[in-house]
T-cell receptor, first 111, second 113 residues
Framework: GESVGLHLPTLSVQEGDNSIINCAYS??????FIWYKQESGKGPQFIIDIRSNMDKRQGQRVTVLLNKTVKHLSLQIAATQPGDSAVYFC??????????FGPGTRLSVLP | DAGITQSPRHKVTETGTPVTLRCHQT?????MYWYRQDPGHGLRLIHY???????DKGEVSDGYSVSRSKTEDFLLTLESATSSQTSVYFCAINSGRATGELFFGEGSRLTVL
């Protein structure tokens, strides 16, 4: 498949452990954030989103935390599975503006 | 899955030749976008459209043009391809510019020799 990113930071975790992927965003006016998952050879897929009036949002096995003070976003994946291996990146947006994307982190799940 | 189809999925061409990539959606969404994805970079916006015949430039628009003659189709054209335009191109759609997630196509890998 396509090479998504040859020089991405990589996070390696054991199957069954929890994963934490971090993202620093740039615009203090951003009020909407998304985490995407991208598998090799595929387009990005929506995982979870959060608006700036929230600090935390939970989905199925995933949690997003937002710290507006330090402009930091994190994605937590519980009980990481082999199918979670992919590149993960965040996107930020403010009203009337286009999305800005982070470069991504490659998650590698070890058996 | 959002109904987005990109074509071609893979193309190899030579420097100086014109190339057109097509994005087709079945969601009737107003906004459509073209991004490029390169190693070490996040997705970068080339052009976007907010309606039929309504388009605007993104951050890396030089060397690219777009057209949208129908709601469902958004075309990206490289008038004279260069090696620096070797990339993976993604089309995305959403119903409003700041009203929810972007849905992405599967990508078009372009190699310019």
């Amino acid at each position: 498949g396509e090479s998504v990113g040859l020089h991405l930071p990589t996070l390696s975790v054991q199957e069954g452990d929890n994963s934490i992927i971090n993202c620093a965003y740039s615009n203090s006016a951003s009020d909407y954030f998304i985490w995407y998952k991208q598998e090799s050879g595929k387009g990005p897929q929506f995982i979870i989103d959060i608006r700036s009036n929230m600090d935390k949002r939970q989905g199925q096995r995933v949690t997003v935390l937002l710290n507006k003070t330090v402009k930091h976003l994190s994605l937590q994946i519980a009980a990481t599975q082999p199918g979670d291996s992919a590149v993960y990146f965040c996107a930020e947006n403010s009203y009337g503006q286009n999305f800005v994307f982070g470069p991504g982190t490659r998650l590698s799940v070890l058996p | 899955d959002a109904g987005i189809t990109q074509s071609p999925r893979h193309k190899v061409t030579e420097t100086g030749t014109p190339v057109t990539l097509r994005c087709h959606q079945t969601e009737n969404h107003r906004y459509m976008y073209w991004y490029r994805q390169d190693p070490g970079h996040g997705l970068r916006l080339i052009h976007y459209s907010y309606g039929v015949k309504d388009t605007d430039k993104g951050e890396v628009s030089d060397g690219y043009s777009v057209s949208r003659s129908k709601t469902e189709d958004f075309l990206l054209t490289l008038e004279s391809a260069t090696s620096s335009q070797t990339s993976v191109y993604f089309c995305a759609i959403n119903s409003g510019r700041a009203t929810g997630e972007l849905f992405f196509g599967e990508g078009s890998r372009l190699t310019v020799l």
